[in-house]
């Protein structure tokens, strides 16, 4: 039996075909067609203009500069993401503060949002901009949020790295607030292999991402530089990857879902594994299969289960841990905390690509519940012997 990963690629003939007009044409480098046509297509997808990038962390990156985050700034995120959300406001000489998650979604909490920039605004220091967080294919709830932030004038960027397909209220994540980033990275619903994309609302905005990603060479023969730029485009060779995958995204969002209730399904008599919450404003898509263990009822903790998984040459992880717990930020402030630490210390993240076999899937079931039924034939025998 082969290792069975959480989340790979899943490629199919119309990738193929766009990567290999771009050999046959020799368009291999950051300019071609298929980023035209992948820009373009993903324009006609979400509403919004797009730039091409070399990742997600690129498009976070470029878009906090052009909220005009800088060296002392704050800058706000959920506690509970992917280091990959803040590290870009530090590239930028900013300061990060961390705010918990709400258990409804996992995502940012807009009661303590609120009344954090509530307190700023009475210690007359509000922060510069909120990276908020749209987790495992979840949607945060978007309209107190960019509500709260409008009162209180602090920009807004959504980190949809991991919501590609994903909607709030009919509309897709990334397109709420004024800019979006998103991640085509290997393990991601698409991929490009690595990639990432802007959208913002304002077209000039976009086209000033796609002069800044390409060293922002001003225009004319002599390679004049009034701005600083960064080597950030993404290739013609995997915008063809990109152009094929969104032609079936949809699919791969079904495909998802049903991957994740397929488990619950299977697991709903598991009191005490529960598939993490599914708020009713959106479409989870469920990029990850991603569940809450309550060690105490289940009688078998997160650790076990994704050791025993291991043993099986299963992969799992447990869900990210809290930026207020990571050493690199040791001393930053967190609003909260408790929800994120719950989440990280319980939740575990099951194998959920979208072309795994059903034999595979029926695999990672029955070791689950394998380990969960010796955890309790074992906690019976300790108690029958004390009794
Ligand atoms: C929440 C989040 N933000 C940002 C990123 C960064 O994306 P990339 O890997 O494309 O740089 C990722 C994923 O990798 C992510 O999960």
Not at 148 to 161: F, I, P, Y
Not at 352 to 366: F, G, L
Request: proline share 5%; net charge negative.
């Amino acid at each position: 039996m082969s290792r069975l990963y959480l989340s790979v690629p899943h490629m199919g003939e119309g990738e193929l075909g766009y990567v290999t007009e771009a050999f046959s044409t020799n368009w291999l480098s950051t300019v071609g067609p298929n980023l035209e046509a992948f820009e373009a297509a993903f324009t006609a997808r979400m509403g919004l203009p797009s730039v091409a990038l070399a990742s997600g962390t690129a498009a976070i990156h470029l878009g906090l500069r052009l909220l005009g985050v800088g060296p002392g700034d704050e800058v706000i995120c959920p506690s509970l993401t992917f280091i990959a959300s803040v590290n870009p406001a530090l590239y930028l000489g900013a300061r990060p503060v961390f705010i918990d998650s709400t258990p409804d979604s996992w995502n940012l909490d807009p009661a303590l949002l609120d009344d954090f920039l509530s307190k700023r605004r009475r210690e007359g220091r509000v922060p510069r901009a909120l990276i908020v967080v749209h987790l495992y294919g979840q949607s945060a709830d978007m309209d107190p949020i960019l509500e709260t932030c409008a009162r209180h004038g602090v920009a807004v960027l959504e980190d949809a790295a991991e919501a590609v397909g994903t909607l709030y209220k009919g509309r897709p994540a990334g397109t709420l607030a004024p800019i979006g980033a998103y991640s085509f990275n290997g393990n991601k619903i698409i991929t490009t292999s690595g990639g990432g994309m802007l959208v913002a609302h304002d077209k000039a905005q976009v086209d000033l991402v796609r002069f800044w990603s390409q060293q922002a060479r001003d225009p004319g023969i002599a390679y004049e530089h009034t701005q600083m730029g960064y080597n950030y485009r993404m290739s013609n060779v995997l915008a063809g990857m990109g152009r094929g995958q969104l032609e079936v995204l949809d699919q791969r969002v079904a495909r998802r879902r049903a991957v994740a209730f397929a488990y619950a399904e299977a697991f709903k008599d598991l009191e005490g594994l529960s598939l993490m919450p599914q708020a009713s404003y959106g479409l989870h898509t469920n990029w990850l299969s991603t569940f809450s263990v309550d060690a105490a009822t289940l009688g078998t903790d997160r650790d076990a289960l994704i050791k025993a998984l291991a043993a099986e040459d299963i992969e799992s992880r447990p869900v990210w841990k809290p930026m207020h717990l990571q050493p690199l930020f040791a001393g930053v402030e967190c609003v909260g905390g408790a929800v994120a630490e719950r989440c990280f210390f319980n939740g575990i993240c099951l194998p959920s690509s979208t072309n795994m076999r059903d034999d595979d899937q029926a695999r990672v079931i029955e070791t689950v519940r394998r380990t969960v039924a010796r955890g309790r034939s074992r906690s019976r025998s300790v108690s029958d012997a004390s009794a």
